[in-house]
């Protein structure tokens, strides 16, 4: 496992009828025999258990921080002033509050910048409307696009983990607002926003059993690595834009002639570029988009096909980690591991088969 390091500007994953006779009593067909389960599967096994039945008894509450900041955005609130508030925020969502029906409406995340862009691109003549956008549209310009929009959901945040983690991986949110009932009022309000990073490094931290988690990810088959997006240093950043869109995908591997990995576009990075909301800067190539990222850019992250499972929970522990991206010893390219990958195998792996076990 290691962070590799980064310089933006530079270069360098039917039975058949007879079966099914009457057989005369007293003849029995033998059962067949089961494979006995190895020591490293029965830890796997166990491992992912314990996390289960933590995620089951810890609710959202649990993982949010002893203070912490919440922005909240009206949805009669322009585009343009809601990109500022990030920014100056250093934050890269919000959820969205409806005023008029006093109701949750949503949450705004860099996906419905990166769609106005893509809305920008295919109708020029827009361009002069852009900045009088409000959020209230920004719907409109999804069905305009023709992406399939995330759907709008939350949860009470006195609800298991277990139980939002589920709804996460069935809406595709990468993050989900937090919901609670207003005692005096009976109105809905919004609490805060739980993570997958957040959840996952709760896990990392409380569950010692990940250390269980010792099978390698090529015996998993956790992540992707076929059909991977990818770019090179020299792609206009527009191009990387509708690959982000049209894929829905959050980030795109940056890669030299030889395949190996320089770099990692990031939704987020788009952001950045229009901050003032000068869209003149989406006419630059990736590398020179990625010199413009703020200083304290953690780098990304890899890792490789070899790596535990435990190991990969030991990272996320330590660092700031969205995305693991698999490579070879010479550093090319071989997959990508997100972190709905990792929610998803840890909640839905062998499910099925747990009461079949002893």
């Not at 009470?156 to 207003?182: F, G, N, T, W």
């Not at 059909?227 to 527009?238: G, I, Q, S, Y």
């Given at each position: 496992?290691?962070?590799?390091?980064?310089?933006?500007?530079?270069?360098?994953?039917?039975?058949?009828?007879?079966?099914?006779?009457?057989?005369?009593?007293?003849?029995?067909?033998?059962?067949?025999?089961?494979?006995?389960?190895?020591?490293?599967?029965?830890?796997?096994?166990?491992?992912?258990?314990?996390?289960?039945?933590?995620?089951?008894?810890?609710?959202?509450?649990?993982?949010?921080?002893?203070?912490?900041?919440?922005?909240?955005?009206?949805?009669?609130?322009?585009?343009?002033?809601?990109?500022?508030?990030?920014?100056?925020?250093?934050?890269?969502?919000?959820?969205?509050?409806?005023?008029?029906?006093?109701?949750?409406?949503?949450?705004?995340?860099?996906?419905?910048?990166?769609?106005?862009?893509?809305?920008?691109?295919?109708?020029?003549?827009?361009?002069?409307?852009?900045?009088?956008?409000?959020?209230?549209?920004?719907?409109?310009?999804?069905?305009?696009?023709?992406?399939?929009?995330?759907?709008?959901?939350?949860?009470?945040?006195?609800?298991?983990?277990?139980?939002?983690?589920?709804?996460?991986l069935e809406s595709r949110a990468r993050r989900m607002?937090?919901?609670?009932?207003?005692?005096?009022?009976?109105?809905?309000?919004?609490?805060?926003?739980?993570?997958?990073?957040?959840?996952?490094?709760?896990?990392?931290?409380?569950?010692?059993?990940?250390?269980?988690?010792?099978?390698?990810?090529?015996?998993?088959?956790?992540?992707?690595?076929?059909?991977?997006?990818?770019?090179?240093?020299?792609?206009?950043?527009?191009?990387?834009?509708?690959?982000?869109?049209?894929?829905?995908?959050?980030?795109?591997?940056?890669?030299?002639?030889?395949?190996?990995?320089?770099?990692?576009?990031?939704?987020?990075?788009?952001?950045?570029?229009?901050?003032?909301?000068?869209?003149?800067?989406?006419?630059?190539?990736?590398?020179?988009?990625?010199?413009?990222?703020?200083?304290?850019?953690?780098?990304?992250?890899?890792?490789?096909?070899?790596?535990?499972?435990?190991?990969?929970?030991?990272?996320?522990?330590?660092?700031?980690?969205?995305?693991?991206?698999?490579?070879?010893?010479?550093?090319?390219?071989?997959?990508?591991?997100?972190?709905?990958?990792?929610?998803?195998?840890?909640?839905?792996?062998?499910?099925?088969?747990?009461?079949?076990?002893?």
């Amino acid at each position: 496992m290691a962070s590799l390091p980064v310089n933006p500007g530079h270069e360098g994953f039917v039975r058949k009828s007879y079966l099914l006779a009457q057989r005369p009593r007293g003849q029995s067909q033998p059962m067949p025999h089961a494979e006995p389960e190895s020591a490293i599967e029965r830890d796997q096994r166990i491992g992912l258990q314990r996390i289960r039945d933590f995620l089951k008894v810890r609710t959202s509450y649990d993982v949010l921080p002893l203070s912490f900041r919440l922005i909240i955005f009206d949805t009669a609130l322009l585009v343009k002033k809601s990109l500022t508030i990030l920014i100056q925020n250093g934050i890269v969502s919000a959820p969205l509050w409806d005023s008029k029906t006093s109701s949750f409406a949503g949450l705004l995340t860099t996906s419905d910048y990166l769609n106005l862009i893509q809305y920008y691109w295919q109708n020029p003549e827009a361009v002069s409307r852009i900045d009088q956008f409000k959020l209230n549209s920004l719907r409109d310009i999804e069905r305009a696009i023709g992406v399939q929009p995330l759907e709008t959901v939350s949860i009470h945040p006195q609800k298991p983990l277990y139980e939002a983690c589920r709804r996460m991986l069935e809406s595709r949110a990468r993050r989900m607002p937090l919901v609670d009932i207003d005692d005096e009022t009976k109105r809905a309000m919004v609490v805060s926003v739980v993570t997958q990073y957040r959840i996952l490094k709760f896990v990392a931290v409380n569950v010692s059993e990940t250390q269980l988690l010792r099978k390698p990810l090529k015996h998993l088959k956790l992540g992707t690595y076929k059909n991977l997006e990818t770019a090179k240093m020299e792609t206009p950043v527009f191009e990387v834009i509708h690959q982000l869109v049209n894929s829905a995908i959050s980030s795109v591997p940056i890669l030299n002639s030889d395949g190996v990995v320089t770099n990692v576009f990031e939704a987020v990075d788009v952001i950045t570029l229009i901050k003032d909301t000068n869209y003149d800067n989406l006419n630059l190539n990736v590398g020179e988009a990625l010199q413009r990222r703020q200083e304290d850019f953690p780098g990304i992250y890899t890792c490789y096909i070899d790596d535990r499972l435990d190991t990969v929970f030991d990272t996320i522990r330590k660092s700031r980690v969205h995305r693991l991206v698999v490579v070879d010893e010479d550093n090319r390219l071989i997959g990508l591991l997100t972190l709905s990958d990792i929610l998803e195998y840890i909640l839905l792996e062998g499910e099925g088969d747990d009461s079949k076990r002893e």
